[in-house]
């Protein structure tokens, strides 16, 4: 009873207590339910600002395609390798959802990502909740994701995403360029051009990431209900280039032919569609892949935009191209060749042949490539002051404007006498591959000069919409069309003439080539030029077919191993003409129409006069060859009844003695008639052609002798005749001599 008041003193304190929450309680309730705020913070946007997520919905970079719609440069699916470390993660031990096992995941994981199993348990055993693997667990492929959640390794997982692909691998890898994934600000990742293309329209191929806005759970998932705002991505434009798959895969495998067998130390290419300034194919070696970069560190450069050099006597069709269009040239009118003082005061400009060829004409100086006859023309036929004017109206002091990043201008040296005389024939002066090509579709062009273009259209990725559609620009033009008809006519010769031309190495069967062959020297950097067999850079600038040229094609060899340099057309050649011939072939260019040989049915001669059988072989256009003095024919070869073709060789045996006729330049199989006529035994080393026989013209063939005949193929016999030459003409320059001109 005494504790009775003390107990009911505490139980009505307890209810005041809880009596004065409940109150505090129900005031806080509608107190919140009225104002909607906490501590002065709306409780709406706490919400939001809880269960809204925001998504990044990725814009695909632009394609890059070649004139046909191949696809050269693309984004595709990658993967980024993902491992989960926090164990909190996991609520069910035989299910676990974090990497249990550093030893075994980094073991699995080595097999497939280039990273050692050390460095991968390194990173698998660090305190975080998550890890990536860095460069080498991104740009992981579909093929090799599916290989790795086979193995089932808990806590690996993937993140999608894109990587830039190059599916042609080498392939006008300066002209298309790289793009380079870099990491943004935000943590998230881009892809920005570094060289080519991609730099140089990498606002156009970029897109615009989109967004999505929606509610979820605690644990991020989208609510059934719940609210979404999308703000759609903008796929960046596609590019069309002018570049054509096939052409340009003709060229890599040139190149690649050549550099397998010469080992050059580069190689510059272009080829392009005179009539539009297109460029259809551009590359050079070394290049690299534009994927794993490599090889790109033999070469940053786009050679044939950013980089000039002293062309050689590629220069020469401008400098002819100027003095036909001033009416200048004479092509019968004669000169001195060999050596020439622009000034009483210079010292003498040489030809690449130091003692000349004597008096000759103009156009023969333009076949065999005289320096002589090009620094006349331009000092006292055209003048130096007006030869420069063609210099600016053919583009050589100014960038093309070629859309490709870094183009270089050329350097014309012309301030002294001998500066301006040596420009003409392509020595003192430099310029790039590519003024010359823009240069060239003067020639090719009937006197139009068309800038050179990479881009044909770009096209909205997302609608198909062409949104720039590039059309051919005149530049200038430099010549008439007359001038350049005769250019090109005078250029063929160049190439057909098998006395004086330089450029018969790069006859095409089926298509008239019209040319100029180059033979440029290469500076020291201590002074001077290089001086080796191998030291020059050899080109051939052509164009055909010559009389509406469709292709203008560009080769320049620098340095390939060679035993002397009058072989250094052979690896320019096995660039240009496989390139020209197929591409004009591909392009449905029709060859000229030859006419077929007639053929003709061999009659029997055995007993007929000599004198009425010639007669009669020679109406049919066969070529006879008399063994012996008698009158009348004893025997033949081929045999009666035959069928012959026009110009074949017909050996007629008489009576008599049997002299040897003169078999220089004949085939192995005209020889044997001959064997065989004559009874005489027959050797032969090598192949191709007679170039010597053991018994001299006039000998008497008797049977049982030994006839050895020496064969060469028209190649052997170039180089041979080349290194008699240099022997005869004993040309060994002094260093100051090789300074004066390049071979050609």
Not at 10 to 26: C, E, K, R, V
Not at 170 to 196: C, P, W
Request: net charge negative; glycine share 8%; aromatic share 8%.
């Amino acid at each position: 009873m005494k504790k009775q008041p003390y107990m009911n003193f505490g139980a009505a304190g307890l209810f005041a207590l809880f009596g004065l929450l409940f109150f505090i309680l129900l005031f806080r309730y509608f107190s919140i339910q009225f104002t909607g705020e906490v501590g002065s913070q709306p409780l709406a946007a706490k919400a939001q600002q809880k269960y809204s997520r925001t998504g990044n919905l990725d814009a695909a970079r632009g394609v890059i395609y070649d004139k046909k719609g191949e696809v050269i440069s693309e984004d595709t699916t990658a993967y980024t390798l993902i491992a989960i470390l926090d164990k909190k993660m996991t609520t069910n031990p035989k299910k676990p959802n974090h990497v249990s096992d550093p030893e075994k995941t980094a073991r699995e994981l080595a097999k497939y990502i280039k990273m050692e199993e050390s460095e991968i348990y390194s990173i698998l055993t660090k305190d975080q909740f998550q890890v990536e693997f860095g460069k080498a667990g991104r740009d992981i492929s579909h093929q090799t994701k599916k290989e790795i959640e086979a193995l089932k390794l808990p806590g690996i997982t993937f993140k999608r995403d894109s990587k830039r692909f190059y599916p042609n691998g080498v392939f006008a890898s300066h002209l298309i360029g790289y793009a380079d994934r870099i990491e943004e600000e935000d943590g998230t990742y881009s892809y920005v051009g570094k060289m080519g293309i991609e730099k140089t329209l990498n606002d156009e191929l970029t897109g615009k990431d989109g967004q999505i806005n929606y509610e979820s759970d605690l644990w991020g998932y989208l609510l059934p209900n719940g609210e979404q705002k999308v703000t759609p991505a903008q796929n960046g434009n596609d590019v069309y280039l002018t570049i054509d798959k096939k052409i340009q895969t003709f060229l890599e495998d040139a190149m690649n032919k050549v550099v397998e067998e010469y080992n050059p130390k580069k190689i510059i290419a272009i080829v392009a569609d005179p009539k539009t300034g297109e460029i259809l194919a551009m590359g050079q070696r070394p290049s690299f892949h534009p994927k794993t970069k490599e090889g790109i560190d033999n070469s940053w450069h786009n050679e044939a935009i950013e980089t000039s050099f002293e062309p050689g006597s590629t220069m020469k069709i401008f400098t002819l191209a100027a003095a036909i269009e001033e009416n200048k040239f004479d092509p019968n009118e004669l000169f001195q060749s060999g050596s020439y003082k622009v000034t009483s005061k210079d010292k003498p400009i040489h030809d690449h042949k130091r003692s000349g060829w004597g008096t000759i004409s103009y156009l023969e100086g333009v076949q065999r490539s005289s320096n002589v006859a090009f620094a006349k023309l331009a000092n006292e036929k055209i003048g130096f002051e007006k030869f420069r004017e063609y210099l600016t109206k053919f583009g050589f002091d100014q960038p093309t404007g070629i859309d490709l990043p870094s183009e270089t201008t050329g350097k014309i040296q012309f301030t002294w006498p001998i500066e301006k005389a040596t420009t003409a024939y392509g020595q003192g002066t430099a310029i790039t591959p590519i003024q010359q090509i823009q240069a060239a579709t003067a020639i090719a062009n009937n006197g139009k000069m068309m800038k050179p273009q990479v881009i044909d259209k770009i096209v909205n990725h997302d609608t198909g919409e062409i949104i720039n559609d590039i059309t051919p620009e005149v530049v200038s033009s430099p010549i008439s069309a007359k001038t350049a008809k005769e250019v090109r006519d005078i250029l063929e010769t160049v190439v057909t003439n098998k006395e004086t031309g330089t450029g018969t190495r790069y006859q095409i069967d089926g298509y008239s080539v019209a040319g100029k062959t180059g033979t440029a020297s290469i500076p020291d950097p201590k002074g001077g030029y290089l001086d080796g067999q191998e030291d020059y850079i050899f080109s051939f600038l052509g164009m055909a077919p010559k009389d509406d040229p469709k292709l203008i094609v560009y080769v320049a060899v620098q340095q390939p191993e060679i035993d002397h340099y009058s072989m250094g057309s052979i690896p320019v050649s096995l660039v240009f003409n496989p390139v020209m011939k197929n591409s004009l072939q591909y392009l449905n260019i029709q060859p000229l129409q030859q006419e077929k040989a007639s053929t003709t049915k061999l009659a029997d001669l055995e007993g007929q006069g000599v004198t009425e059988t010639m007669k009669q072989l020679e109406k049919s256009d066969l070529e006879v060859v008399i063994l012996g003095k008698g009158s009348k024919v004893t025997g033949q070869l081929p045999a009666a009844n035959t069928n012959v073709l026009e110009g074949e060789k017909i050996i007629i045996k008489t009576g008599g003695d049997l002299a040897a006729p003169d078999m220089t330049g004949w085939s192995l199989r005209d020889v044997m008639k001959v064997a065989k006529l004559s009874g005489v035994k027959l050797n032969s080393t090598g192949s191709g052609y007679v170039v010597k026989q053991n018994i001299t013209e006039g000998a008497v063939l008797r049977k049982g002798d030994f006839l050895i005949v020496d064969l060469k193929t028209p190649e052997e016999v170039l180089k041979l005749e080349e290194e008699n030459k240099e022997a005869n003409e004993n040309s060994e320059l002094s260093e100051e001599e090789v300074e004066d001109v390049p071979l050609d």
